[in-house]
């Protein structure tokens, strides 16, 4: 069985897509008996540092840090695989293996990004050829022998509309939309959604989950302009599922504004409530993807 | 760094401290959003009830009674957002210009927009509270160029 595939995307930058992805990740690598593939697709590899800076290794050897380099080196990453694709198409042959995924710990794995993303349209890259990419290369994954048999495989997306975006939007289960209470962080969710049908043409249509983060709480409440963003969200998820015949469900999870969430990333474990927080995030998704 | 990797083995009465202090905390916690939740509805209170006797009420004010609860006044901001979709902005104006200070100052907080003054103009508040209408049309605005 093919594992199921969320992708966490906002158009809009700083909404939390990375420490929405990283915490998940280890919210259910820790929590659950699934198997955890995350994969950084986002050239500005914020995603990627942290693995690197929250190893615990207990001391200053940069295990991961090493391991990149060879898989730099012997040219084993997504990029990598990005450019044989464009080549040979549907003939596609990448050797993947624990040279291209990096083992966090036993249950969650990770595909880092590289720089060259940055450059796709630069390298020639046309939206065509690569559109097909990320559902071959989760194929490759998913029927090597030399690999578990992930069971989740967790997307941070970059926040502009890249081409390897347009590639898993094209083909995962969930699209995951985090959004801020302002008005910009709640605008980005209607510029996904509108794009996603008219210029994407996803198959099959995948579901659409949208909730808030980095809600103020004060005195344990979601303050009142939380909650005004919240509404206004809700709402036009409710408009555009109509509109478009397609299912926007907005969750009743919400995450907290945290200044230990931004140090969690760089330096150790979550603090206790988010945990929880995130916890309900996944059983919402984990229901909504049955 | 975990508990166990603090306290040498056994020291077991350390740690059952440890435990009590983190459910103290835990109800602390509780007792803190209780608090909180009691000062809003407290406030909201003050706010719907300080019209009438407020000095700097104008006289059109204290003609025009506060309503009001949260969720009136909610009402009333979906009623004005629905207007202000169909285009029929004389009416919005119309209607908030009907409303008590009291009840316009409500609904900037339920909106999540307090006035930063104590006495907040009534100017202020319109601008505040259309302020928000529009952030609400402009979410779901798209303008598809194939349609102009």
Redesign the interface.
């Known amino acids: 069985m093919s594992p199921k595939s969320i992708a966490v995307i906002n158009f809009k930058g700083g909404v939390g897509k990375t420490t929405v992805t990283w915490s998940l990740g280890n919210i259910i690598s820790q929590g659950t008996d699934l198997e955890v593939l995350m994969l950084d697709l986002d050239p500005q590899m914020s995603l990627t540092e942290a693995i690197g800076l929250n190893e615990n290794t207990g001391h200053l050897d940069d295990k991961f840090g090493k391991w990149y380099e060879q898989s730099l080196k012997h040219r084993l990453t997504i990029y990598d695989a990005l450019e044989v694709f464009k080549k040979a198409g549907q003939n596609f042959k990448f050797p993947v293996g624990f040279d291209t995924i990096y083992q966090i710990d036993e249950q969650l794995h990770f595909i880092p990004s590289v720089e060259e993303l940055y450059w796709l349209d630069l390298d020639g890259f046309e939206g065509k050829s690569v559109k097909d990419f990320i559902r071959q290369f989760s194929g490759k994954i998913a029927n090597s022998p030399n690999l578990p048999k992930y069971d989740l495989m967790l997307f941070d997306c970059s926040p502009s509309f890249s081409l390897l975006t347009y590639s898993v939007l094209s083909c995962c289960d969930l699209i995951l939309i985090p959004v801020n209470p302002d008005y910009f962080g709640s605008r980005g969710l209607s510029l996904v959604l509108n794009s996603l049908q008219k210029r994407i043409e996803p198959y099959p249509f995948p579901k659409i989950a949208v909730f808030m983060n980095k809600a103020k709480i004060y005195g344990g409440l979601l303050t009142n302009e939380v909650q005004f963003y919240m509404r206004e969200v809700k709402r036009l998820c409710a408009e555009i599922s109509k509109d478009n015949n397609i299912e926007v469900r907005f969750l009743e999870s919400t995450i907290r504004e945290s200044v230990g969430l931004k140090r969690a990333i760089n330096e150790g474990e979550l603090p206790r409530e988010l945990v929880r927080e995130f916890e309900q995030l996944w059983r919402e998704c984990e229901e909504y993807l049955k | 760094m975990i508990k166990k990797d603090i306290l040498p083995a056994g020291d077991s009465e350390t740690g059952g401290v440890l435990d009590e202090i983190g459910e103290l905390k835990e109800i602390l ?2 007792v ?2 209780k ?3 009691i ?2 509805q407290v406030k909201r209170g003050v706010i719907s009830a300080g019209s009438k006797t407020s000095e700097l009420a104008t006289v059109a004010d204290v003609a025009k009674p506060a309503n009001s609860s949260a969720v009136s006044v909610l009402e009333v901001y979906e009623e004005l957002r629905l207007q202000a979709k169909n285009g029929r902005e004389l009416e919005v104006r119309q209607k908030l210009s009907a409303m008590s200070a009291t009840d316009l100052n409500l609904m900037c ?6 006035p930063s003054s104590k006495n907040p103009s009534r100017k202020k508040m319109f601008e505040l509270i259309i302020g ?1 209408i529009k ?2 049309l ?5 303008i598809d160029r194939q349609t102009l």
């Open positions: 916690r509780e803190s959003k608090l909180t939740r000062e809003a907080c339920e909106l999540g927009m307090p928000r952030q609400s402009m979410l779901s605005r798209h």
